[in-house]
């Protein structure tokens, strides 16, 4: 099994800045890709930025956060971050972490899942 701990969620002003992590530990061996969902209230869970590095790295990212934000990986913590950067109030949700063994934007292709964390942007 592999466990996925987000981190980082909080209160934060439009325009500001937030980094989330996520560390993954147990079977981690397989793994190839992270990415980063999120859900609002009242809405489906969206993807929001993926990374996959068997054997180069790749990085895609949903058109609504292009620009903004950046997903990068650690690899001696076995720890993905998102640098969120001039956030917006509709990037208020919560934000999951995810792990697969393929590099994908599908949130079906994820078989690991972290229990989330809250961002909330005020206006």
């Known amino acids: 099994q592999v466990q996925l701990i987000e981190s980082g969620g909080g209160l934060v002003q439009a325009g500001g800045s937030l980094r989330l992590s996520c560390a993954a530990s147990?079977?981690?061996?397989?793994?190839?890709?992270q990415g980063w969902f999120r859900q609002a209230p009242g809405k489906e869970r969206e993807f929001v930025a993926s990374?996959?590095?068997?054997?180069?790295?790749?990085?895609y990212y949903a058109g609504s956060v292009k620009g903004r934000f950046t997903i990068s990986r650690d690899n001696a913590k076995n720890t993905v971050y998102l640098q969120m950067n001039s956030l917006k109030p509709e990037d208020t949700a919560v934000y999951y972490c995810?792990?697969?063994?393929?590099?994908?934007?599908?949130?079906?292709?994820?078989?690991?899942w972290g229990q989330g964390t809250q961002v909330t942007v005020s206006s």
């Open positions: 995810a792990a697969a063994a393929t590099f994908d934007y599908r949130a079906e292709e994820y078989q690991y």
């Open positions: 147990g079977r981690t061996f397989g793994l190839n890709a």
């Open positions: 990374i996959g590095w068997s054997g180069v790295i790749s990085r």
